[in-house]
């Protein structure tokens, strides 16, 4: 076998490997809250999640073409460059998995593959759009996250729950819960699995040499198979996290938080913006929270997640910069 089908195949597993461990990196995006409130057991509610992300990774590929097209041309493309992005991601992946923190396995991966860029052929190569389209995606996606489900939590006061005994409102909205979690783990697999079909392809670009602008089938089943096997395994570091150390939640406080998050996670998807599903449900929950007043949500413990998402970046730029300076010297 030529040494660079091992390395596009080194390549490929290690892609794997990283919608493997984004999977149950991220499963606490989809049922920290349903778990959190009772409606699930942690068994039901990853198995759900596990089926609809792979239902949603098949739904669409404009996510994936932002990330083998608008980050780094495909002319640049090296399996050098692609293997640092994914090492660089992976091991940030693990670091705040470990240490139970919701950081952004998206942005990890992209300025992953930033870093890995800039050291390949300098910031030169870097697409402006790509980067740009990203960091919109940073910057709003939490925003609209804290906003939306305060908007929606008053719309609701005012429209239902005043009307409401307490206890109809529980049992609503446990069912309602159901659909709401169903959708935030559809619209997860929607975005964060073609991630992995985009670096994957852009492997194959730099293989065969040649510009690909369509994602073959084989990558999306494969993409879709291992992020659904990855949240089979689940989170639970991170479920704790997200569903029982940043507020206290009701059954309809998880409906809030998760369907205001899933709404802007899927139009993101429809746009080609590769969001974070992580900080989107994480300020959702913050933005529940505030609603019962500021005090009852930790903020402690939100702090240290907002500290993971402002690392995460510079800390993936450096980093696969590091890896792939590595790389060439070692000649691996």
């Known amino acids: 076998m030529e040494p660079g089908l091992i390395g596009?195949?080194?390549?490929?597993?290690?892609?794997?490997?990283?919608?493997?461990?984004?999977g149950f990196h991220d499963t606490a995006n989809a049922i920290a809250t349903s778990v959190a409130t009772r409606v699930l057991t942690?068994?039901?509610?990853?198995?759900?999640?596990?089926?609809?992300?792979?239902?949603?990774?098949?739904?669409g590929t404009a996510v994936a073409k932002t990330v083998s097209k608008d980050i780094v041309p495909q002319e640049f493309a090296?399996?050098?460059?692609?293997?640092?992005?994914?090492?660089?991601?992976?091991?940030?992946?693990?670091?705040?998995?470990?240490?139970?923190?919701?950081?952004?396995?998206?942005?990890?991966?992209i300025f992953s593959l930033v870093g890995a860029g800039v050291?390949?052929?300098?910031?030169?190569?870097?697409?402006?759009?790509?980067?740009?389209?990203?960091?919109t995606g940073l910057l709003t996606s939490p925003a609209l996250?804290?906003?939306?489900?305060?908007?929606?939590?008053?719309?609701?006061?005012w429209l239902v729950l005043k009307w409401m005994r307490p206890r109809t409102v529980t049992r609503?909205?446990?069912?309602?819960?159901?659909?709401?979690?169903?959708?935030?783990?559809?619209?997860?697999?929607?975005?964060?699995?073609?991630?992995?079909?985009?670096?994957?392809?852009?492997?194959?670009?730099?293989?065969?040499?040649?510009?690909?602008?369509?994602?073959?089938?084989?990558?999306?089943?494969?993409?879709?198979t291992a992020m659904g096997l990855g949240t089979a395994i689940g989170g639970w570091r991170i479920i704790k996290t997200m569903g029982f150390k940043v507020v206290d939640l009701k059954p309809v406080d998880g409906f809030v938080a998760e369907m205001s998050a899933a709404l802007i996670i899927e139009t993101a998807s429809r746009l080609g913006i590769p969001v974070s599903t992580t900080h989107t449900i994480?300020?959702?929950?913050?933005?529940?929270?505030?609603?019962?007043?500021?005090?009852?949500?930790?903020?402690?413990?939100?702090?240290?997640i907002v500290s993971a998402w402002v690392f995460t970046i510079p800390t993936c730029?450096?980093?696969?910069?590091?890896?792939?300076k590595a790389i060439l010297a070692l000649g691996i």
């Open 282 to 304: 994480s300020t959702a929950i913050m933005g529940v929270g505030t609603t019962k007043g500021f005090k009852k949500v930790k903020w402690q413990v939100a702090g240290k």
């Open 42 to 59: 942690p068994a039901q509610a990853i198995a759900m999640s596990a089926v609809l992300n792979v239902v949603g990774a098949l739904t």
């Open 119 to 135: 050291a390949a052929g300098g910031w030169g190569i870097i697409i402006p759009k790509g980067v740009q389209k990203t960091l």
């Open 8 to 22: 596009l195949l080194v390549i490929v597993a290690l892609a794997l490997a990283f919608d493997f461990i984004n």
């Open 317 to 324: 730029i450096a980093l696969s910069w590091v890896i792939h």
């Open 145 to 157: 996250g804290f906003i939306i489900p305060i908007l929606l939590m008053f719309l609701l006061s």
């Open 172 to 224: 609503t909205f446990r069912w309602a819960q159901i659909a709401s979690a169903a959708f935030m783990a559809f619209s997860h697999g929607g975005n964060d699995a073609q991630k992995t079909m985009g670096i994957i392809t852009f492997a194959l670009s730099a293989y065969f040499g040649t510009q690909m602008d369509t994602v073959p089938l084989w990558v999306i089943l494969s993409a879709a």
């Open 78 to 109: 090296t399996l050098e460059l692609v293997g640092a992005a994914l090492i660089s991601a992976i091991a940030w992946n693990l670091f705040t998995w470990w240490k139970g923190l919701p950081s952004s396995s998206s942005h990890a991966l």
